[in-house]
């Protein structure tokens, strides 16, 4: 039997958040700032509105690379301490399974080791 729920307390993996986040006006929960994947800049200079200004992406949020690397390193989820407690209580089993569909990137047939890479 599968139950499913929801526990208001526990963070959320929410990639659209990236798509409409607005890093000059982070938004807050719980007067805690939410905190991207990315790490972005513009052209345009302050206080100007200079025809063709941008945003461009610049680096990985630290953070969240900081994150990813321990994680890899230890090969497992990296989480805060006593957050098990904190979400469902002593003694209960709080694992969880996640699935998402994340974006992609065309791999070309040689990383796969379909096709030997060229050596010329």
Known sequence: MTILTSYPEVRTLNFTFEEIYEWRQPPKIDRLFEI????WNT??????DTPGW???????????QNTAT????????????NAPIETCGSGWNCSFEI?????????????????PMSTT
Do not use: C, H
């Open 99 to 115: 699935q998402f569909i994340a974006p992609a990137t065309s791999v070309p047939n040689w990383a796969m080791g379909l096709i």
């Open 43 to 48: 052209t345009k200079e302050p206080e100007k």
């Open 36 to 39: 991207p994947l990315s790490l």
């Open 70 to 81: 321990i994680g890899s390193f230890l090969e497992e989820a990296v989480m805060r301490r």
């Open 54 to 64: 941008f945003d461009y992406y610049t680096a990985p949020n630290p953070s969240f």
